[in-house]
């Protein structure tokens, strides 16, 4: 037997002095601008979490990306020039900050740098900095399934990664204006090995450590995010692959004297791990080695204390070792394979991902309300003009018919000739409106997607469905936010609900929430259920 729950639709079960108290002001964590959110793809109860881990570079430490990610550029190219061979019009080349984003393809057969959704469907494309015209794309990648596994494709999921792409475009340019023949391949690889050699041997290192102010962000704010972590009780524990040295130059720079309760930075965590060598610490047996002051090895670690660097390492050693595992730790990265995905796939761990890009996307978006709001209105228009327009075909098509096979009379006749003259027009109608819908709706998402990069869009979308980089978070991490200071809002204590996530056939006749309204279902929540993916 069915039990409805009294009251009329819409009526709100609860006290009103209870009401009151929630629309009250100070409310922890709701008042939260949009960009400083929590946002939640898995549900998460803080009270039930012990330990929270961090990796350093891009989550604790978070970089300028303009300054930081030109050096790399900037080193990278000049080696290829000097070391490799590569004509000097490369040495001439500049970084291009909006040319590159997260989630891009290179193409190491075609030298192509591509965007994908979350089907792996090929949107916008470019051969170098030149974009593809469409029926090259379909001719290229709409005949056979794109799999990111194969060694043709190299998936670019970090911001590490973003002067490799720059410099993979732009070296495609100038081969092609020389005439010179080349091997995209071969390309990829020397720029990943140099770029590897660049960050292996110190150079890069060593500049930003010279003028850590002007690559990292001091955020006042994350000093008390930590405090409140571990005033909640929580356990806090430093993992990165970066090494021992530059891990205590840039977190110096990051903590060091914020809170007069912690001098150092080590005094926020219960131990620290360097060199971790992600991803292979969630799958690998390594022990962890203890470190001298001046970063000698002292020998395998039997216990993990404050103040002493570790490095090396494994999943299983680590949690032998500080006694807590599984889901009761979270961890907090920005590196969706790396840190995400490899955490996800090889232990039980929670995680939360940093992306540092959500800010300046969200603001863009608050500013677009409007457009979107029309977005949302245009399409449900379109899809009962299709609706519409397949119902009158099968009829116009049922009158003719009967008009070519029926024989009628001739009343009959000039009565299905009026109804089929009725009925093109209509038809007309229709199609002119389904074009125009189209037409505003291409010039609407211009507005919205090129606005913001005149490149590749937003960074979580291609089109109307999430990029294939969103589709990740989505699928990886159990919340996602865009810097480490942003849990100071919350409670250590926080129920980070997910919303209900609704199939097609659920949300049929549903209301759906423009952008910025939190009362009503929200768009996030309007996607197919999915398992994650292996």
């Known amino acids: 037997m069915n039990r409805e729950p009294p009251g009329p639709p819409g009526h709100t079960y609860a006290d009103p002095t209870v009401l009151a108290l929630l629309d009250g002001p100070g409310r922890p964590g709701r008042d939260v601008p949009r960009a400083r959110q929590v946002f939640v793809n898995r549900t998460l109860r803080m009270d ?3 330990a929270v881990g961090f990796d350093m570079d891009y989550t ?3 970089y300028r990306l303009g300054p930081v990610e030109g050096l790399a550029f900037s080193l990278t190219r000049d080696r290829m020039v000097e070391r490799l061979g590569y004509p000097e019009a490369v040495r001439a080349m500049r970084y291009d900050p909006d040319f590159v984003i997260r989630g891009l393809v290179m193409d190491k057969q075609t030298g192509n740098l591509f965007k994908m959704d979350r089907h792996n469907h090929v949107g916008r494309c470019f051969h170098g900095t030149r974009p593809l015209p469409a029926d090259e794309i379909r001719r290229l990648y709409r005949e056979e399934k794109i799999r990111l596994s194969s060694p043709r494709f190299a998936w670019l999921d970090t911001l590490f990664s973003l002067p490799e792409a720059c410099l993979f475009a732009g070296v495609v340019d100038v081969l092609a204006e020389a005439g010179r023949p080349a ?3 071969k390309l990829y690889d020397d720029i990943r090995s140099t770029i590897d050699t660049v960050h292996a041997d ?6 930003v450590r010279a003028d850590l102010a002007h690559f990292v962000i001091r955020d006042p704010e994350l000093g008390p995010a930590l405090h409140k972590l571990r005033s909640g009780g929580k356990r806090l524990f430093l993992l990165t692959n970066s090494a021992w040295d530059y891990t205590d130059a840039v977190m110096r720079h990051v903590l060091d004297g914020v809170l007069p309760e912690y001098p150092s ?3 926020y965590f219960d131990f620290a791990v360097t060199a971790a060598r992600k991803p292979g610490f969630f799958s690998e047996k390594r022990p962890i080695e203890a470190l001298g002051p001046d970063g000698a090895v002292l020998g395998e670690a039997q216990v993990l204390e404050r103040n002493v660097l570790y490095q090396g390492g494994s999943l299983s050693e680590l949690e032998r070792l500080a006694g807590f595992g599984g889901e009761r730790v979270l961890y907090v990265g920005d590196h969706i394979y790396g840190d995400i995905l490899r955490s996800r796939r090889d232990s039980l761990w929670r995680t939360c991902m940093v992306v540092e890009e959500l800010e300046r996307e969200l603001a863009w978006l608050e500013g677009k309300v409007p457009a979107l709001e029309e977005l949302a209105r245009l399409e449900d228009l ?8 397949s119902t009158r075909r099968s009829a116009l098509n049922v009158a003719e018919r009967r008009l070519e096979r029926g024989n009628p009379g001739p009343e009959e006749r000039a009565r299905l000739e009026e109804e089929r003259r ?6 007309e109608l229709l199609r002119r409106a389904h074009r125009d819908a189209d037409a505003r709706i291409a010039t609407l998402g211009e507005i919205v997607e090129g606005g913001f990069n005149r490149f590749w869009g937003l960074t979580f979308k291609e089109g109307h469905e999430n990029s294939r980089f969103g589709e990740q978070i989505e699928d990886y991490a159990c919340v996602y936010t865009s810097r480490v200071s942003n849990l100071a809002f919350y409670s250590p204590m926080e129920y980070f609900r997910s ?3 609704l199939m097609p056939h659920e949300r049929a006749g549903l209301a759906l929430a423009p952008f910025g309204d939190e009362h009503a279902v929200p768009r996030a929540a309007a996607r197919p259920s999915k398992a994650p993916k292996p």
């Open 183 to 185: 091997t995209w391949e």
């Open 382 to 389: 379109r899809a009962r003009l299709g609706d519409e327009l």
């Open 202 to 207: 110190g150079s890069l290192k060593a500049l």
């Open 48 to 50: 039930r979490i012990e």
């Open 422 to 427: 009725r009925a093109k027009a209509e038809l």
């Open 499 to 501: 919303a209900r996530v």
């Open 265 to 267: 930075w080590r005094n």
């Open 60 to 62: 604790l430490a978070l």
